[in-house]
């Protein structure tokens, strides 16, 4: 079972920007494709982005609008989410996940705690 863990989270003003890092335990990390969801209170968690295993594809979910970018780098078992020009919108708990390439979250069978974000208006 990998582990996941997830930091990088905080408050920021809208239009600013964070790089969420997700660090993953094990030597297979080079294998997974990876995602990274969110959770806003009362809501569902929805998919934001993903990348496959060798970081050659990665695809987002429309509200992104070419504002966040999902890459890795192997040789230190690390995803990453870079997020610009934030909206208060974007507040949630962000996760990122080992699946399937896929949009669903039952796509994806290892999850990390999670890393709040938090942007003010």
């Known amino acids: 079972q990998v582990q996941l863990v997830e930091s990088g989270g905080g408050m920021v003003q809208a239009g600013g920007s964070l790089r969420l890092s997700c660090a993953a335990s094990?030597?297979?990390?080079?294998?997974?494709?990876m995602g990274w969801f969110r959770q806003a209170p009362g809501k569902e968690r929805e998919f934001v982005a993903a990348?496959?295993?060798?970081?050659?594809?990665?695809y987002y979910a429309d509200f992104v609008e070419g504002r966040f970018t999902i890459s890795r780098d192997n040789a230190k078992n690390t995803v990453y989410l870079q997020m610009n020009s934030l909206k208060p919108e974007d507040t949630a708990v962000y996760y990122c996940?080992?699946?399937?390439?896929?949009?669903?979250?039952?796509?994806?069978?290892?999850w990390g705690q999670g890393t709040q974000v938090t942007v003010s208006s």
């Open positions: 996940a080992k699946g399937n390439f896929g949009r669903a979250a039952i796509q994806y069978d290892s």
């Open positions: 990348i496959r295993w060798s970081g050659s594809s990665t």
């Open positions: 094990g030597r297979t990390f080079s294998t997974y494709n």
